[in-house]
């Protein structure tokens, strides 16, 4: 089941914030939804697990010029598991790191700053899961701010080369 998110969220605006508990969002439509209203951002995804469609959803998103550059930070074990995607992975994202990790945050950097986060990792969620949108400066802050230092403590990184 799927929702049309124009339809069911409000335009973000200032001090926005909005949270449900369901199963008919997937974080890509969301993505998505925000980068429509933001323009062109760059940004972070924080994700215990990663899929094939989240990946190639990404790289639509690229290809349609509203995602100037992305970073995915991993769970490392997680990865392992998933290893035929990380080559993949590494071709779509312009910055891949592995670390400890079971968040499940996006970081959209733009004029209007955006976190999405809740329960649901880079693939399809088919169940209720917790989301939250906001652009509350703080709350982005005090993310990006973690994020990195989790990101520091890694087991390793892959950074793509644009010439």
Not at 60 to 89: W, Y
Not at 95 to 103: D, Q, R
Request: charged fraction near 25%; hydrophobic fraction near 35%.
């Amino acid at each position: 089941m799927s929702v049309n998110l124009s339809e069911t969220l409000k335009p973000i605006c200032p001090d926005y914030i909005w949270a449900d508990l369901d199963n008919r969002y997937q974080l890509y439509n969301l993505i998505e939804w925000v980068l429509k209203q933001t323009g062109p951002a760059v940004i972070k995804i924080m994700s215990f697990s990663i899929s094939e469609e989240f990946i190639r959803k990404i790289l639509k998103l690229k290809n349609a010029g509203l995602i100037k550059r992305v970073e995915l930070i991993v769970d490392f074990k997680a990865s392992q598991k998933t290893n035929r995607l990380l080559r993949f992975s590494e071709n779509v994202f312009d910055e891949v790191s592995y670390c400890k990790t079971h968040a499940k945050v996006v970081l959209i950097e733009s004029d209007l700053p955006v976190v999405i986060t809740g329960s649901q990792n880079a693939t399809r969620g088919n169940r209720n899961e917790s989301i939250i949108i906001t652009n509350k400066t703080e709350v982005y802050q005090k993310l990006s701010e973690k994020l990195n230092q989790i990101k520091s403590i890694q087991y390793g990184t892959y950074r793509r080369t644009i010439e």
